[in-house]
Structures are given as structure tokens and as C-alpha cells.
């Protein structure tokens, strides 16, 4: 089984990767289950049909907190996608960490993720604060190869090498950085800066997505870019991106080498 941790910045792309890549996984014939880690519940949306909201798996131990049934919290989505949002507290109350870590002891507990056959199981996680409940998918061992999405924004940076100092410490989960995604805000990037910050990570960048204004028609109709338009080169380059996470031998993977904050400052000066 393959287990893939999508981590990043809020609005860097990370959701898009996330779904994008489990929507080319259920394509290939795969069975997938898809988990959204983030308060909003916004990630699966790009993988279901029909206008019904999602009940989150907070929301489902809310109403019940003794159920032992995962229907109301596993979603239906195109191409076999089993589809799952944590959900969160209301905005201002509550720890939104501490909904994603009970919604994985609840998966766990469920033996959802074992006991379901999949072939892959993909989280999108907030990445802007690695705390203890947003680590869960390490801290827990759930995820296996994680993937930092990055913009060339010197915030997007920051958040990857919080994220990367996470992997770090749960390395002895069996937790390894793959590498990152480089989501382009502008078409000059200069991708030297960024092939060098993931040389300081002592990782690689897996590929770079293009601005692209199919992936924003794609969204408008809740699709991701590889179903809305399969021949299209951004759809080619996740599709690459897809089998490039398949082909990462996680025996192989070294610690990443995050920088100190002082370190980082001085590289995003340079």
C-alpha cells in the first residue's frame, strides 16, 4: 500500500497536488482513499459528484461519539474513491490539530485503512503549523512518503522546512521526505533558488506545475486538471509526478538536513 502525505503551506497548491494525484492513482486502476486533514474540509470536494456537503468525521463522532460505523464518514467519489474529511471546531473554538489526530485513531481503531484494501491512501494536510495534531500522520505512522509542496514565496520555504524538521523527528516511524513539488505563482521563476534549497534539504524536487488557468476551470467544476484535461502538458506533468512518488524506495531515503531559522533567513537573503 502505498501511503502518500501531501504537506504544505495553505494556498501554495497543496490540495490540488493531493487530489490531482488521487485522481491519476484511481485512473491507473488503483483503489484509493483519500483523507482531507484540514478544518476546512475542502480537499475531496474536487473529487465528488452531486451538491450533498460531506459529513466529517468530527462531525460524525459528534453526533454519535460511540458509533462503530465508518458509512457516514466514507464518501463516494469518481473512479471508486473512497473519500474522508476530518473537519474541524468551529472557527475560534477548539484545536483543529486535535480533530485530524482523533479522526486517524478513529480510522485506526475502524482498521479503515488496513482492512480496506487500497493501494494507496492519500492525506492533504495543512502544513502552516506542524503541531502535534497536524504531525499526526507521522507522529502516528500512517503516512509513509511525504511530499512538500512549495511555492518560489520565502513563506512557502519556511513552512517546507518546519515540515521538514517534523519528518526528522518521526524518521524512526518510517516516515521519509520524497521530495518536493515546486507550484509556480509566476512563469520567471528563478528555479535555481529553488533546487538549492532542496539541495540544503538534502532532497529533490519531483516537479515543478505551471500556472495554468485549466486547473482553475477544472475546479469550477469540481474536477482536478488530470480528468478535466488528460492531454493537456500540467495533467502530463502530474501524471509524471504520480509515478515518480510510486518509483521512491523509502530504504533508500536519507534524513532531511533542515536548516536552523538563522540559516534560513540568510539563504532567502542570498
Same mark, same amino acid.
Given at each position: 500500500?502505498?501511503?502518500?502525505?501531501?504537506?504544505?503551506?495553505? /494556498?501554495?497548491?497543496?490540495?490540488?497536488?493531493?487530489?490531482?494525484?488521487?485522481? #491519476?492513482?484511481?485512473?491507473? /486502476?488503483?483503489?484509493?482513499?483519500?483523507?482531507?486533514?484540514?478544518?476546512?474540509?475542502? &480537499?475531496?470536494?474536487?473529487?465528488?459528484?452531486?451538491? &450533498?456537503?460531506?459529513?466529517?468525521?468530527?462531525?460524525?463522532?459528534?453526533? %454519535?461519539?460511540?458509533?462503530?460505523?465508518?458509512?457516514?464518514?466514507?464518501?463516494?467519489?469518481?473512479?471508486?474513491?473512497?473519500?474522508?474529511?476530518?473537519?474541524?471546531?468551529? +472557527?475560534?473554538?477548539?484545536?483543529?490539530?486535535?480533530?485530524?489526530?482523533?479522526?486517524?485513531?478513529?480510522?485506526?481503531?475502524?482498521?479503515?485503512?488496513?482492512?480496506?484494501? #487500497?493501494?494507496?491512501?492519500?492525506?492533504?494536510?495543512?502544513?502552516?503549523?506542524?503541531?502535534?495534531?497536524?504531525?499526526? +500522520?507521522? !507522529?502516528?505512522?500512517?503516512?509513509?512518503?511525504?511530499?512538500?509542496?512549495?511555492?518560489?514565496?520565502?513563506?512557502?520555504?519556511? @513552512?517546507? %522546512?518546519?515540515?521538514?524538521?517534523?519528518?526528522?523527528?518521526?524518521?524512526?516511524?518510517?516516515?521519509?521526505?520524497?521530495?518536493?513539488?515546486?507550484?509556480?505563482?509566476?512563469?520567471?521563476?528563478?528555479?535555481?533558488?529553488?533546487?538549492?534549497?532542496?539541495? @540544503?534539504? &538534502?532532497?529533490?524536487?519531483?516537479?515543478?506545475? +505551471?500556472?495554468? +488557468?485549466?486547473?482553475?476551470?477544472?475546479?469550477?467544476? !469540481?474536477?482536478?486538471?488530470?480528468?478535466?484535461?488528460?492531454?493537456?502538458?500540467?495533467?502530463?506533468?502530474?501524471?509524471?509526478?504520480?509515478? !515518480?512518488?510510486?518509483?521512491?524506495?523509502?530504504?533508500?531515503?536519507?534524513?532531511?538536513?533542515?536548516?536552523?531559522?538563522?540559516?534560513?533567513?540568510?539563504?532567502?537573503?542570498?
Amino acid at each position: 500500500m502505498e501511503r502518500i502525505a501531501i504537506y504544505g503551506k495553505g /494556498g501554495v497548491g497543496k490540495s490540488v497536488v493531493a487530489t490531482s494525484l488521487s485522481a #491519476y492513482y484511481a485512473g491507473q /486502476g488503483k483503489r484509493v482513499l483519500h483523507i482531507g486533514c484540514d478544518p476546512k474540509a475542502d &480537499s475531496a470536494v474536487r473529487l465528488m459528484d452531486g451538491d &450533498s456537503p460531506m459529513i466529517t468525521v468530527l462531525q460524525a463522532l459528534a453526533d %454519535n461519539p460511540n458509533t462503530t460505523s465508518t458509512e457516514s464518514i466514507l464518501h463516494a467519489g469518481r473512479n471508486g474513491i473512497d473519500c474522508c474529511e476530518a473537519g474541524g471546531p468551529e +472557527p475560534g473554538v477548539g484545536c483543529g490539530g486535535r480533530g485530524v489526530a482523533r479522526t486517524l485513531e478513529f480510522l485506526d481503531e475502524m482498521e479503515v485503512i488496513e482492512s480496506g484494501g #487500497y493501494d494507496a491512501v492519500v492525506f492533504d494536510v495543512l502544513g502552516d503549523v506542524v503541531c502535534g495534531g497536524f504531525a499526526a +500522520p507521522l !507522529r502516528q505512522g500512517f503516512a509513509q512518503k511525504v511530499i512538500i509542496v512549495v511555492s518560489e514565496e520565502p513563506m512557502a520555504l519556511f @513552512a517546507a %522546512n518546519n515540515i521538514s524538521k517534523a519528518i526528522h523527528t518521526y524518521h524512526a516511524n518510517g516516515v521519509v521526505l520524497g521530495g518536493l513539488v515546486a507550484s509556480l505563482k509566476t512563469t520567471d521563476v528563478d528555479r535555481s533558488v529553488l533546487e538549492r534549497f532542496a539541495q @540544503a534539504l &538534502s532532497t529533490q524536487v519531483l516537479a515543478y506545475i +505551471p500556472r495554468d +488557468p485549466f486547473i482553475t476551470q477544472a475546479e469550477r467544476e !469540481r474536477k482536478t486538471i488530470v480528468e478535466h484535461s488528460p492531454d493537456s502538458p500540467t495533467a502530463k506533468v502530474f501524471a509524471s509526478l504520480a509515478e !515518480r512518488i510510486l518509483e521512491i524506495d523509502p530504504a533508500k531515503m536519507g534524513l532531511p538536513t533542515p536548516l536552523s531559522e538563522k540559516q534560513f533567513f540568510e539563504f532567502i537573503r542570498e
